[in-house]
Structures are given as structure tokens and as C-alpha cells.
């Protein structure tokens, strides 16, 4: 893979936003069944929830100091989050109402994703094992794997992949529990699946080696110019990703190249990029420091067409006609303004 850079012109804006409590330290973001983003609030043990127009609202815990982690869209239409410091599951409806359960003495769950058999999925640090927990709040299975398992997501081929903590390898896991695991350049700990049906995948905070994998195995490392931290698939069927070593958002073609990069400049809370997704309205949104909330706005580049300005002269009534006084000119001229605003395009957003 090779590296090239292009900026779009104009740039999207980007817009930031601050959680209610302060220092909330938000962590996983997702695009919830009801339009709005939902993610978690680490140190606040809080539920956010930010509607496209940027309104925000906090739901707690019902245990404290809970430490909410990781959030997917369940198949039944919650949306589930991991609760690292309860050693729990929850659930949150779309109205905000939130229900624990349970997980193993000493799983440590970190991050979760909806499998294709309708469960969820979630990486067990403690217990160096990949969960599996029904909608009901039951845990299934408690699958083994060579290592910690940390970062998750659902593969075209319907395995979930997941990275394995400081092994330099990804695995992948088939409902059985059966795993397979596949060497890479760098540790794996974000991951997400692109349009083109590879998993890509980035590092830690200190290894930000990236790449992707097929269905089969076969690992491409991004180029090193290119660090990666989290990332999501775009509305475009590209890869987006916070580059943690330039302090942009990046877009990244099926090739691995670069395609567009933004700069990413901090105006509410400092803080580098946590974790980002794309959002229902399009846009990409991410969470940062320790409360913020910014959305790239991918529709703010678009320039409206320009509304037909009438001519006048084709309708046999020339400048003059201001000057004619007669009230049946004056109402023509108010049915053609009406006319004209009427069939004016409206802008989608």
C-alpha cells in the first residue's frame, strides 16, 4: 500500500460538544436504532445520548462507579454496553431505561458487538475468553482463547474478530466457539468491518499499526506513515479513522491510501480522539478528552445548486411595469414571486 493525500475543498466543518457532567471521559460511540449517537461515560458510570442537532442527555448507572466501557445495537432494539468495574452487562432502551446483569466472577468485559446468531458477544480480559450472552441477560458460553482478548466486531464472514492483547495477532471466532487466529504486524485492539468485507483493524495508544484482513486470513498492513487509533466504516464505503499521529480524522480507501485527511482542532475539551462511528444522518462522529462530543459534518462541503432567476422579458412584461401602477400587474408580479419560491429546490441534508 502506498500513501497519498488529498484534501477535499471546501472541508467539512467539524462541531464539538460538551457532556453535562464534567470530566465524564467518554469512551465507545454508536449510532443507535432511534437516529441518535449513544456512548458511554467512563468516570461519570453515564449513558450519553446526542441527537444529530447536538442535543445531550445522560442517563446513570444503575450500579456506581461501574466504569460503562464498550456499546453496539443489540437485536432487540436496545442498545448493550459493557460495565468493566460491575463485571456486568446492561442494556438501555431507546427511552433511557437501563437493566445489569451479570457476567462470570472476574470476566472484565471490555468491548461487545452483536453476533450473528442475535447475542452478544464480548471480550473477556480476566478470564482470557469471549463471552457469549443472550438478549435475556444470560451468559451462554464462556469460549477460550490464547490470550486476553480485546476490540471487537462482526466479520462478513459472520465470525466475530477480535484482537489478542500484545500477541501481534487477530483471531476470529465461528458460533461453535471455535477460533483461528492470524498474524500481524502489531497488536490489534480496534477493529471494525469495511464495505469491502475485510476487517481493519488498529493498535494501542503506543502501537498504532493498522491494516486489514480477509475472510481468509490474508493480512495487509497499512502503510507506518499511517498510524491509526479507532476507526468505523464510512457512509461512502470507506475506512475512517482518528490518526493519532497527526491529530486528524482520516479517510481511507479500500487500498489502504489516504484520500482525505482533517485536521482535528479541540474548541470545547482538550483530548485526543477516543473512539468514532458514523452516524445515522451520514456524518462522522467521535468522542474526545475528557467530555467531549464533535461530529465532521460531510454535508457542510456540499454548495446548494443555484436557484433559476427568471427572465421577465419572456413574459412580455419589461422593468417598466413597476412604474405602471395597476393593481392587476401587481398581482401577476405576486403570483410569479410566489411561484418562483414555491418550485425552489429545498436542500437535503
Not at 467512563?42 to 448507572?61: D, M, Y
Not at 462507579?65 to 454496553?81: E, K, M, R
Not at 480524522?249 to 473512539?275: C, K, L, M, Q
Not at 401577476?332 to 418550485?343: E, H, K, N, Q, T
Amino acid at each position: 500500500m502506498s500513501a497519498s493525500v488529498a484534501t477535499a475543498s471546501p472541508p467539512p466543518t467539524i462541531t464539538t460538544f460538551t457532556t453535562p457532567t464534567a470530566g465524564s471521559d467518554p469512551a465507545h460511540i454508536v449510532s443507535g436504532p432511534d437516529g441518535n449517537l449513544w456512548f458511554t461515560e467512563q468516570s461519570a458510570s453515564r449513558i450519553g445520548r446526542i441527537t444529530p442537532a447536538g442535543v445531550l442527555t445522560e442517563f446513570p448507572t444503575p450500579t456506581a462507579n461501574s466504569q460503562p466501557y464498550a456499546i453496539t445495537v443489540g437485536s432487540d432494539g436496545n442498545l448493550w454496553f459493557t460495565e468493566v468495574f460491575a463485571n456486568s452487562v446492561a442494556k438501555i432502551t431507546p427511552s433511557g431505561v437501563i437493566t445489569e446483569y451479570p457476567l462470570t466472577a472476574s470476566a472484565i468485559p471490555q468491548g461487545i458487538v452483536t453476533g450473528a446468531d442475535g447475542n452478544l458477544w464480548i471480550p473477556e480480559v480476566g478470564l482470557g475468553a469471549i463471552g457469549v450472552v443472550s438478549t435475556a441477560g444470560v451468559v451462554l458460553h464462556d469460549y477460550p482463547v490464547s490470550v486476553s482478548p480485546i476490540g471487537i466486531t462482526l466479520g462478513s464472514d459472520n465470525r466475530v474478530w477480535f484482537g489478542l492483547n500484545n500477541t501481534n495477532e487477530i483471531g476470529a471466532m465461528d458460533s461453535t466457539g471455535t477460533s483461528t487466529e492470524y498474524a500481524t504486524a502489531g497488536s490489534v485492539f480496534y477493529l471494525a468491518t469495511g464495505a469491502d468485507g475485510n476487517v481493519w483493524f488498529a493498535g494501542s495508544a503506543t502501537n498504532h499499526t493498522g491494516g486489514d484482513v480477509t475472510p481468509a486470513g490474508v493480512v495487509t498492513p497499512l502503510p507506518s506513515v499511517n498510524p491509526l487509533f479507532s476507526m468505523t466504516a464510512g457512509p461512502d464505503g470507506n475506512i475512517w479513522g482518528d490518526n493519532a499521529g497527526n491529530g486528524s480524522i482520516d479517510e481511507i480507501d479500500a487500498t489502504g491510501n489516504v484520500v482525505n485527511s482533517y485536521t482535528y482542532t479541540p474548541t470545547v475539551t482538550s483530548g485526543a480522539i477516543s473512539f468514532i462511528t458514523e452516524g445515522s444522518d451520514g456524518n462522522i462522529w467521535f468522542t474526545f478528552g475528557s467530555g467531549g462530543i464533535g461530529v465532521l459534518d460531510l454535508h457542510s462541503a456540499a454548495v446548494p445548486a443555484p436557484v433559476p432567476v427568471p427572465v421577465l422579458a419572456a413574459t412580455g412584461i419589461g422593468p417598466e411595469w413597476w412604474m405602471a401602477g395597476g393593481a392587476g400587474l401587481a398581482a401577476l408580479a405576486l403570483g410569479a414571486l410566489m411561484l418562483v419560491f414555491a418550485r425552489r429546490p429545498r436542500r437535503v441534508s
